[in-house]
T-cell receptor
Framework: ETGVTQTPRHLVMGMTNKKSLKCEQH?????MYWYKQSAKKPLELMFV???????ENNSVPSRFSPECPNSSHLFLHLHTLQPEDSALYLC????????????FGSGTRLTVV | TQLLEQSPQFLSIQEGENLTVYCNSS?????LQWYRQEPGEGPVLLVT?????EVKKLKRLTFQFGDARKDSSLHITAAQPGDTGLYLC????????????FGTGTRLKVLA
């Protein structure tokens, strides 16, 4: 148990579907992040939330829509995705203002068909 | 754009051997972290280094931050099959942001 829980673990969706990824942490961390991990590419930062406020959108296409209703929950809403969006989507949290680093979830393996 | 290049990309060694993984950049980082990721899981933080020239040890793992804070290395002594995984370095993008840029990764396989 890493302290950051992501659901679902695996997701297969068509290009016209709408789905959501969920991330939950009860570590008392203030910041939450979405990262994308594709084969042969470094982890790509997508979004950063600090105390529920979005502080970073790393030029992510609008077909990805984040939501952070409170400091413990983070969602990534997906719609009209492309096959190249298939990847491992990782959620992380951290206590802001420290060098404690990230606590990652186990990720959601997304396949777009 | 800040980039972190890791070498080697892949490494397959026998149990008991020593190895070193490198993380290099042309940019200066205020702090740098190392993570290990196992298949089907998210990365797990191993260490954070913040001072140029700093050396930290974690059992058989030795981490070093370069004097100029542009590079780092991870040395594993007497590798074991349990060390198998993807090793990632991550540098803080801008001091005080606590937002990290990840390296390209080194995939290590230790054979029994």
């Amino acid at each position: 148990e890493t302290g950051v829980t992501q659901t679902p673990r695996h997701l297969v969706m068509g290009m016209t579907n709408k789905k959501s990824l969920k991330c939950e942490q009860h570590l008392g961390h203030n910041a939450m992040y979405w990262y994308k991990q594709s084969a042969k590419k470094p982890l790509e930062l997508m979004f950063v939330y600090n105390f529920k406020e979005q502080t970073e959108n790393n030029s992510v296409p609008s077909r990805f829509s984040p939501e952070c209703p409170n400091s413990s929950h983070l969602f990534l809403h997906l719609h009209t995705l492309q096959p190249e969006d298939s990847a491992l989507y990782l959620c992380a949290s951290s206590p802001r203002g420290t060098n404690y680093g990230y606590t990652f979830g186990s990720g959601t393996r997304l396949t777009v068909v | 754009t800040q980039l972190l290049e890791q070498s080697p990309q892949f490494l397959s060694i026998q149990e008991g051997e020593n190895l070193t993984v490198y993380c290099n950049s042309s940019s200066v980082f205020s702090s740098l972290q190392w993570y290990r990721q196992e298949p089907g899981e998210g990365p797990v933080l191993l260490v954070t280094v913040v001072t140029g020239g700093e050396v930290k040890k974690l059992k058989r793992l030795t981490f070093q931050f370069g004097d100029a804070r542009k590079d780092s290395s991870l040395h594993i002594t007497a590798a074991q099959p349990g060390d198998t995984g993807l090793y990632l370095c991550a540098g803080e993008a801008r001091s005080g942001t606590y937002k990290y840029i990840f390296g390209t990764g080194t995939r290590l396989k230790v054979l029994a």
